[in-house]
């Protein structure tokens, strides 16, 4: 089956510093990715959707400057929190979708942000 | 036109009993119709999904049944096990397309008791 991996699985800073995910596709080549945000007892908010090589697209209150995305390669996507504060402190979830079909979109099993 | 919604917030249901979520969507672009599972601190995963050409699907003890015409569908667990507690996500979107993204109901926190 395809597996999608995020690391760190959590993460601990403090207030102002920035702190990188990464979100792997392991066995498969993901022409999109997405980024998630999951507050606690709460849905999955979409943050912004990115395809390889190009810039991401961020949804409408999603600071593109705090949040950076960079989709190097079809197998990695990065989404890196910049001078991050306590209300950045959340579940962050990528998925990856193999192809065009939603079909093919798999999550990865989330990183949660805890900041000091 | 983009909400999808999803009732009840919380489910509790004793062990053997069905448990029933029902989610509600407007945008007629929707066609593709999955169910997610999370448990706590883990990602989403998928567990059933429906296109709008079928009113049923049924998978183990899982089953969508889809109404195209009143824009609900609707997740069954039959013979629900302590294992399923957990919450579940509906959700939404168009089957194709570079651009197409997934909208996600609120959840349903299911209990399922001893």
């Known amino acids: 089956g395809a597996v999608v991996s995020q690391h760190p699985s959590w993460v601990i800073c403090k207030s102002g510093t920035s702190v990188k995910i990464e979100c792997r596709s392991l066995?498969?080549?993901?022409?999109?990715m997405f980024w998630y945000r999951q507050f606690p007892k709460q849905s999955l908010m979409l943050m912004a959707t990115s395809n390889e090589g190009s810039k991401a697209t961020y949804e409408q209150g999603v600071e593109k400057d705090k949040f950076l995305i960079n989709h190097a390669s079809l197998t990695l996507s990065t989404l890196t929190v910049t001078s991050a504060h306590p209300e950045d402190s959340s579940f962050y979830i990528c998925s990856a979708r193999r192809g065009r079909l939603q079909e093919t979109q798999y999550f990865g099993p989330g990183t949660r942000l805890l900041v000091l | 036109q983009q909400q999808v919604k999803q009732s009840p917030q919380s489910l509790i249901v004793q062990k053997g009993g069905i448990s029933i979520i029902n989610c509600a969507y407007e945008n007629t672009a929707f066609d593709y119709f999955p169910w997610y599972q999370q448990f706590p601190g883990k990602g989403p995963a998928l567990l059933i999904a429906?296109?709008?050409?079928?009113s049923e699907k049924k998978e183990g003890r899982f089953t969508i049944s889809f109404n195209k015409s009143a824009k609900q569908f609707s997740l069954h667990i039959m013979d629900s096990q302590p294992g399923d507690s957990a919450t579940y996500f509906c959700?939404?979107?168009?089957?194709?397309?570079?651009?197409?993204?997934?909208?996600f109901g609120t959840g349903t926190r299911l209990q399922v008791t001893l």
């Open positions: 959700a939404a979107s168009p089957r194709t397309g570079t651009a197409s993204k997934l909208t």
């Open positions: 429906i296109r709008p050409d079928v």
């Open positions: 066995d498969f080549q993901a022409t999109t």
